[in-house]
């Protein structure tokens, strides 16, 4: 029995989706209207590349004392400028009641004071596309794989094996 891992499983790979969001469109609004209009249950998103004008990094300052994680324990850091879309990763796993949960994390460069400075942290709401933003998601079948609460944490996280999904 596995020590160090939480859950494990393995999903079929089903297809690979991909979206071009139109430029001023909030990106994980875009990535959740893909996720819907594509009836994706869940996935991967294996790469998100283009131009962002504004983005919003949320980190980690701090491990809490307690759980779940709260604001004051966060960073925010909000840039207004033109940014490259370097990384874009994450996971999107069915909750229960049916709606797809989508977590994921980005890395963006810009330029500052001539020299290029790259940040990243988990997307939130506030992120908006610049030009020519695109994403591929690789749908896995949902059977496997859901988001449900932690635990210790207490906040939904993605959990492997079920073998029936929560279905």
Request: proline share 5%; charged share 20%.
């Amino acid at each position: 029995m596995a020590k160090l891992i939480a859950s494990i499983g393995s999903q079929q790979a089903r297809r690979v989706v991909q979206l071009r969001a139109k430029p001023g469109a909030p990106l994980l609004a875009a990535i959740e209207e893909a996720v819907i209009s594509e009836n994706i249950r869940a996935g991967v998103i294996i790469s998100g590349l283009g131009a962002l004008e504004k983005a919003v990094f949320r980190n980690l300052k701090r491990f809490p004392r307690e759980f779940p994680v709260k604001p004051a324990d966060r960073l925010y850091l909000e840039v207004m400028q033109p940014m490259e879309l370097v990384s874009l990763t994450g996971w999107i796993a069915p909750r229960t009641g049916g709606k797809a949960e989508i977590h994921a994390h980005f890395a963006a460069s810009l330029v500052q004071e001539e020299t290029v400075v790259t940040l990243g942290g988990h997307l939130n709401a506030s992120t908006v596309c610049g030009i020519k933003v695109v994403v591929s998601i690789l749908e896995v079948a949902a059977a496997e794989v859901a988001a449900l609460k932690d635990p210790d944490t207490l906040t939904n996280d993605i959990v492997f094996g079920l073998g029936r999904g929560i279905d």
